[in-house]
């Protein structure tokens, strides 16, 4: 299993662009989540999936679009990038079964800058 | 989600036991404890998690107060490789963890 993979490792952005940071899990998970780490912090949840056709906002979900038409992909969507949401995006996936208090697997990351 | 207390930064020696405390005096009795560590340059990596009881895995041991206002994350025999990060969350629902700033464990060889 590659786990849970995501794309780009690195990306610059100008200031109102938009663009997609992908995730993927090859373990047919059905929870899927976004997270964001600015430097010091701990991550804060964007957006979340509790299986295919449904989602639902975390913290900080201003700024994020997201869509999980698959159980394997849950895309991130910036619609116009601002310089507050230069950070790292960790994506996550659990087996949620009967509990929502599985182990989650995250990604390695997307490196986003917006300047 | 209850909030959490832990240290900013430990140091170790390798090879030694290394005891990770916690403090959650508003715990619910629904919420689980859950630990996961962040290695530099990493996404965060599950650890271990518990309701009541004392749970071990390969990984590390977790001791849970009798009242659950606290907890401790044991690594048995540190190594140079669990210099991390450590979160203690609790979790009582499905809309994902909520980290905060953690522990960060220093290892000295």
Same mark, same amino acid.
């Given at each position: 299993n590659a786990g849970v993979t995501q794309t780009p490792k690195?990306?610059?952005?100008?200031?109102?662009?938009?663009?997609?940071?992908?995730? %993927?899990?090859?373990?047919?998970?059905?929870?899927?989540?976004?997270?964001?780490?600015?430097p010091g912090?701990?991550? @804060?949840?964007?957006?979340? !999936?509790?299986? %295919?056709?449904?989602?639902?906002?975390?913290?900080?979900?201003?700024?994020?679009?997201?869509?999980? !038409?698959?159980?394997?992909?849950?895309?991130? @969507?910036?619609?116009? %990038?601002?310089?507050?949401?230069?950070?790292?995006y960790f994506c996550a996936s659990s087996y949620y079964g009967v509990s929502p208090y599985n182990e989650q697997f995250f990604g390695p990351g997307t490196r986003l800058t917006v300047l | 989600d209850a909030k959490t207390t832990q240290p900013n930064s430990m140091e170790s020696n390798e090879e030694e036991p290394v005891h990770l405390p916690c403090n959650h005096s508003t715990i619910s009795g629904t919420d689980y404890i859950h630990w996961y560590r962040q290695l530099p340059s990493q996404g965060p990596e599950y650890v271990i998690h518990g309701l009541t009881s004392n749970v071990n895995n390969r990984m590390a041991s977790l001791a849970i107060a009798e009242d659950r206002k606290s907890s401790t994350l044991i690594l048995h025999r540190a190594t140079l490789r669990d210099a991390a990060v450590y979160y203690c969350i609790l979790r009582g629902g499905a809309d994902g963890l909520t980290f905060g700033k953690g522990t960060h464990l220093i290892i000295q060889p």
């Open positions: 690195f990306q610059v952005l100008k200031t109102g662009q938009s663009m997609t940071l992908q995730c %993927a899990q090859d373990m047919n998970h059905e929870y899927m989540s976004w997270y964001r780490q600015d912090m701990g991550l @804060r949840l964007i957006h979340y !999936s509790v299986g %295919a056709g449904i989602t639902d906002q975390g913290e900080v979900p201003n700024g994020y679009n997201v869509s999980r !038409s698959t159980t394997e992909d849950f895309p991130l @969507r910036l619609l116009s %990038a601002a310089p507050s949401q230069t950070s790292v | -």
